[in-house]
């Protein structure tokens, strides 16, 4: 089963951080420490060659919730960018509510949007 954590791409990570100001020495440090993992599987007691990922934060590693936050701060600038160049278009619990287009909760998100076709 695939969860949010699998599949960060990693150059988003990257640059997310970057549009937010962080040093680059931070990024590159950052970015060593997501890419330099690597698997092996060991089935019937044989472990099997090794291989690296191309994308992903790995759960229980103490900066991936942090990273994570920080993939959800990209999201949500890319969704109030799409409403605010017309792209998407937002929806409201009232009439004199506001255009709600996204909810970022701490492992989750809701997109609401309006189709028109």
């Known amino acids: 089963m695939n969860k949010a954590y699998d599949r960060v ?3 988003f990570v990257q640059d997310v951080m ?15 420490c997501i890419s330099s993992v ?7 007691g044989q472990k099997g060659d090794i291989f690296q990922p191309s994308r992903g934060l790995r759960q229980g590693d103490p900066i991936s919730p942090f990273l994570f936050l920080i ?9 109030r960018k799409a409403v605010q160049e017309g792209h998407l278009k937002g929806v409201k619990a009232s ?5 709600i287009s996204h909810l970022l909760f701490a ?11």
Do not use: H, T
């Open 9 to 11: 791409e990693w150059y």
């Open 18 to 32: 970057r549009k937010m100001g962080f040093d680059p020495n931070w990024i590159r440090s950052m970015m060593n």
């Open 38 to 44: 690597s698997y092996s599987v060991v089935l019937n």
């Open 71 to 79: 993939c959800g701060e990209g999201l949500s600038s890319l969704m």
């Open 95 to 99: 009439r004199r509510g506001p255009q």
């Open 107 to 117: 492992d989750d998100c809701i997109l609401f949007g309006e189709a028109n076709e």
